[in-house]
């Protein structure tokens, strides 16, 4: 797919994977609306790059109309939308209240239907268009992310393949990123301070987290898959090589992953 000129719009654009996203996007030459609930990330990111900042809250059905609207206004209808913005949860408990239940599900999966829902129907009638989804290893082999970041991935993984069964003879392409760990603000970074903590040292889980790639390898692989059409990204080999032993046993593969987990957080197995 030639980017130049396209109309990309990035959500989570103002750190992260999306703010990487947004500048790979920028430098093929499409004109990137960069959307986050951080108003001052937005702006920085949007400047840094040419592009326009939308602060806008993907949890919110009606800000997602809003932003397409705006990025339709500022450049025409879009054609490439990445579902990116995502927020984490914690502990290997139910504990979760419905408040914290509901927020992430409207981020991590509904936010992805919505975005789905506006900008899929022009891009059929324009003849083809591309839906990236950055989802997550969590959405293929379970691990030690908490029970909505786990359920939430699933459904956004199911969501974007029901997306490019129905869609794809109609010219819609989709692609997701699923990562295991990557050097962003989900794992204590903060992009405006090169000094900020990095809270590995205290946590048990993160210690363990194996390999941490860098936001930009997520998003040069990401540009790559889309110029070939392609559905899956896998940044880090192991997650589909443990994608397809949980496919070829899936009991031994719990029982191992439990045990693994359980190692992570310190106890005695
Ligand atoms: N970092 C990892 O290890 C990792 C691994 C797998 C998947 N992911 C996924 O990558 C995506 C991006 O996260 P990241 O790692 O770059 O984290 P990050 O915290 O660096 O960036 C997330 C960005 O999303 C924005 N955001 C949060 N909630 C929002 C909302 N409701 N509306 C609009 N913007 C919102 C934040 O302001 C922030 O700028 C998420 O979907 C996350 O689940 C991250």
Not at 8 to 13: E, I, K, L, Q, R
Not at 148 to 177: D, P, R
Not at 209 to 232: D, H, N, Q, S
Request: with cysteine; hydrophobic share 40%; proline share 4%.
């Amino acid at each position: 797919m030639d980017l130049q000129d396209k109309c990309a719009v990035v959500t989570g654009g103002g750190h992260g994977i999306g703010r990487a996203l947004a500048e790979a996007l920028a430098a093929r030459g499409a004109k990137v609306v960069v959307a986050d609930l951080n108003g001052e990330r937005t702006k920085k990111i949007a400047d840094r790059i040419g592009g326009t900042p939308v602060v806008c809250d993907v949890g919110d059905r009606d800000a997602v109309t809003e932003l397409v609207r705006q990025a339709t206004s500022a450049y025409g209808p879009v054609d490439v939308f990445v579902s990116n913005a995502g927020i984490g949860d914690r502990g290997p408990d139910l504990a979760s209240t419905p408040e914290q239940i509901d927020l992430i599900t409207r981020v991590n999966l509904l936010a992805h239907v919505w975005a789905a829902q506006e900008v899929v129907p022009s891009m059929v009638e324009r003849g083809g268009g591309h839906l990236v989804q950055t989802i997550s290893s969590a959405s293929l082999i379970t691990g030690p992310s908490g029970m909505g970041y786990t359920f939430t991935k699933h459904g956004a993984l199911g969501f974007a393949e029901w997306v490019s069964l129905n869609y794809q003879h109609k010219g819609i392409v989709v692609t997701c990123l699923c990562p295991n760990a990557v050097n962003t603000g989900m794992m204590g970074r903060n992009e405006d301070d090169d000094a900020a903590r990095d809270d590995r040292a205290s946590d048990p889980v993160r210690q363990n987290i194996g390999e941490i790639v860098e936001p930009e390898l997520c998003a040069e692989m990401t540009l790559a898959a889309m110029e070939k059409g392609e559905f899956l990204v896998l940044p880090h080999p192991r997650v589909g090589e443990s994608f397809m032993r949980k496919a070829n046993d899936y009991d031994a593969w719990l029982a191992g992953t439990n045990r693994r987990l359980r190692r992570m957080r310190g106890e005695e197995v």
